[in-house]
């Protein structure tokens, strides 16, 4: 902040282990990373190098270094470690991780069929070494899954060693816990946070109304991800009550009589 504002939520400084902002990575070059940093950099909890762009991506080495210099955990996206797993090489992956510095990992099963159990035994031997994101729900539109398996499935991980659960959108944000339409499916999601600890979810919300929503929801302090570099900032103006969508979150009531009403 550059000036002490009254009436805003406390944002606690890196490392941080609630209101993480996730930012993902697409592609950028190494001058676009190093022009979002500039403007960003502490801001950003974890990045994502998106889907399998870890394996085409030039100057990779750079890249993940001047991200971690900064502060961020940077992390392959669950694709990638889908296409190792499938070709039955989880040792393989590990080797890449390590080859690259990366300490924080991503064991999901959004494109490939895993048994829970299996997937529960990937996420504890991961852990003994790496920082582990498990996520939970499917890239496939139309796929329902009942918000009790999503409870089992999310509790189940983070006894097996999972740091945080994430909840799928894909970076289109219209699958998992999002209807087609990009909207929430507000009872999956209430249900959710009924039986797993808010902290432990990170919430896929690559749009601002569903970044919107789950600050509504859980306050400024609700782990979000797969946001774009450009929304960066733009998010954490959302977060403290600086953009109209949340302005008045924040605010004592008598400060609240100042708000428009529906006939001025």
């Not at 502490?42 to 001047?66: C, H, M, R, S, Y």
């Not at 999901?108 to 996420?123: H, M, N, V």
């Amino acid at each position: 902040m550059n000036l002490e504002f009254p009436h805003i939520p406390k944002r606690a400084s890196r490392p941080r282990e609630v209101g993480l902002t996730m930012v993902m990575d697409k592609g950028l070059s190494i001058r676009e990373a190093e022009n979002i940093l500039s403007a960003s950099a502490d801001k950003i909890d974890l990045l994502k190098l998106g889907f399998g762009t870890a394996l085409v991506t030039p100057n990779l080495q750079e890249k993940i270094k001047l991200y971690q210099d900064a502060g961020a955990k940077v992390y392959f996206g669950g694709t990638l470690f889908e296409a190792f797993l499938i070709r039955h090489d989880a040792d393989g992956y590990k080797r890449f991780c390590d080859k690259y510095g990366v300490d924080t990992v991503e064991i999901s099963d959004g494109s490939i069929t895993l048994p829970q159990d299996r997937k529960c035994e990937l996420i504890s031997d991961f852990a003994k070494n790496f920082r582990v994101l498990s996520e939970v729900g499917s890239k496939e539109e139309g796929i329902f899954i009942s918000p009790g398996k999503w409870i089992s499935m999310m509790n189940s991980e983070l006894a097996a060693g999972s740091w945080k659960v994430i909840a799928e959108a894909r970076e289109s944000g219209n699958v998992g816990i999002y209807r087609p339409n990009g909207t929430a499916h507000v009872m999956l999601v209430n249900k959710i946070l009924n039986k797993v600890p808010k902290d432990d979810i990170l919430w896929e919300a690559p749009k601002k109304e569903q970044q919107v929503w789950f600050i509504n929801l859980v306050g400024a302090n609700v782990n979000l991800g797969n946001i774009s570099p450009h929304d960066i900032i733009p998010l954490e103006c959302l977060r403290l009550g600086l953009r109209g969508d949340t302005f008045f979150n924040y605010l004592p009531e008598e400060l609240k009589k100042y708000a428009h009403k529906p006939d001025q």
